[in-house]
Structures are given as structure tokens and as C-alpha cells.
């Protein structure tokens, strides 16, 4: 994690988001929803704190707003 303060601790991505395949493309946090997704090949998976939304993985046709 990267803040104001700096670098945050290194850690295992699987340790707390469980489900994830490995080796991901991209993962993207937003404040304003406090959803991550996280992107791998043509899926998405998105995560409220460390829980996966239902419905999820979902395959990734087009990325919105």
C-alpha cells in the first residue's frame, strides 16, 4: 500500500483477499465505494474490505465509471 506517510507493510495478496487467482494484472481502490477490484486476464473480482462481492468473479467486458 502506498499513503502520504510512504510505503505501507509488504504482504501476501491471498493472505487477506481470499479467492484470488494468482500473478494479477492491476488492482484499483476507491475511496468514495471502499470496493477493490482486482484484475486478471478478461475477469474482475471485486472485494468490500476483505469480503467478495456477491456475484463475483465476473467476466470483464467493459470498464465504467
Known amino acids: 500500500t502506498v499513503t502520504d506517510s510512504g510505503l505501507g507493510p509488504l504482504f501476501q495478496v491471498s493472505a487477506l483477499w481470499e479467492g484470488l487467482p494468482g500473478n494479477l494484472d492491476a488492482a484499483v481502490y476507491s475511496p468514495r465505494t ?15 474490505n476483505f469480503k467478495m462481492s456477491p456475484g463475483f468473479p465476473k467476466k470483464l467486458n467493459r470498464v465504467g465509471p
Open 34 to 48: 471502499q470496493w477493490i477490484h482486482f484484475f486478471k486476464g478478461d475477469k474482475v473480482w471485486r472485494y468490500i
